[in-house]
């Protein structure tokens, strides 16, 4: 895609969420586990900022958010296999805004602390909900408001990370 | 202050913005300059708090929000002073935030990393704005547009840390 | 103290050790709590530093300790007295080896994380020891070997921070 | 490898060191250079330690140590390929060690920051040893010290992170 092909529509945001996050013993991971969630977390999201460079760079504008998680600042245990990944995502997350930041693209990475109150967590972990209590899961809503921000920032007052959690969680 | 004398106009969000970033080499600092950066930026934030809480807990809803500054997070050479102040608030706020936010106090911390576009810096320094190019400075506006998107997020999504930059700062 | 008044056993290493971890509520401190917190941690190890660095400075060599807790990393609810005051030590340390590392000073900080099996704590909670298991505790030697390794480092490999802690700790 | 091949010898000591640092732009780099990256630094130690394990969980002694760099820590720009793989190592050694800690394995992550005064880089920069001074680069023998040192440490006092850098090094 270029912006030639589409000057009705430049490129403005690009949100990276892929990702999925399975623990596991470290011993019972193998190659194909450690490299599949490398993939899907941290490969998919260095293509996806490079695509969206390329439109990007020539305007000397646009947003490139990414989605952490808490796994993205440590490895706890059994959480070895995301939190490489995370991890990788992050620091890339950051080269990029080194690199990009003073051609005017916003690079931005946002860490999710908690359950997601979505269709994919209530269907795996149907008793979180209740055990949580009220707003005790993030809104999709309330995590998208946050996109949204960093979305509106201008260049004099960019952030780079930000964490977002339930009132209730844990840290 | 408490609610009974206010009852027109209860207490949303208290925001500390205290304190002042001197350098000084570390033998040319003594416990008077110590203590004092310590009692403007972490004391003062601490009492600031303590009232702000007096008030919000027993309606279980209201918002904090300190100011802190990249020697919130680690200490260079000449900055030793500033860095132990806000170093001092930023435990504060995490230990604040963990132990009120489920009580309904959401507690959060800003790293304001670059120089602010204000007339303190613009008169002390007043060559850094053209050294810094186009907006690459802080604009007041921008970072308090950051203090109202914190003020607004749901209880199911706050944040507790976020920085905030110029696009060309070095970081 | 001078190099002259000792010219037969100049000053090699500095260890600073003090403080003490009390938890409270937030709003059970006051400011005579975290300002004695704060000289105690902060404030002395300053002061020590500086009379080590007047000594140590003028023949360009010398090492000077700190000790940590996990409390320097971060703010745990009802440790904010602790946290606010050892992580303005941390950042102070820090500082300090940035600035004196070039001229010779190795300036380092030990993060101590688990409880330590000397007579104080063994009194205060008698309990822990068992409740710990074998090795469960920190041994006031192991800990010395690491401040003796860190006395030995050669200037080309120095180490700023390094964490101690027994191998059932969790963290 | 298993015990029962060398009951002479049993393993106690793994040392992961591979890897190595090439700056490129975000934008030139490929699929090819970021996996190639992460399957020398991360996945290979994964392997290793994994191998490690079998051999020093049935003793329920051992000691794995991996080689880390400050890229492990943040990516600056031009070093995103070597930070994500960076990264997600010491993800894995976290993990790792606090999994395995309590199983009497210890796991630790040393960071070299600075150049190392060996073959490869006296090769690749051979102005470097000059321009960094007397004892600017990390003597290969100091490393190996630390080493050296978190191999005997005892289980009631284990380092699982320390960074090592020569005194002149900028930090």
């Known amino acids: ?65 990414f989605t952490g998680a808490s796994g993205s600042l440590r490895g706890k245990a059994m959480f070895g296999g995301f939190a490489q990944a995370k991890a990788a995502l992050r620091a890339l997350a950051q080269s990029a805004s080194r690199e990009f930041g003073p051609q005017g693209i916003h690079v931005a990475h946002v860490v999710i602390d908690g359950g997601i109150d979505g269709d994919r967590l209530n269907a795996f972990l149907p008793g979180m909900k209740d055990e949580k209590g009220p707003d005790g899961m993030l809104d999709p809503d309330g995590i998208a408001e946050n996109y949204w921000t960093l979305f509106q920032q201008p260049r004099s007052a960019w952030t780079h990370e930000l964490d977002v959690r339930p009132w209730v969680e844990t840290w």
Chains 1, 2, 3, 4 share one sequence.
């Open 1 to 65: 895609m270029s912006e030639a092909d589409r000057p009705d529509a430049p490129l403005e945001v690009a949100v990276f969420n892929a990702g999925g996050n399975w623990p596991r013993p470290f011993r019972d991971m193998d190659g194909e586990f450690l490299e599949g969630m490398w993939r899907v977390n941290a490969l998919a999201g260095f293509f996806f900022a490079k695509a969206a460079l390329d439109v990007m760079l020539p305007r000397q504008r646009g947003v490139i958010l």
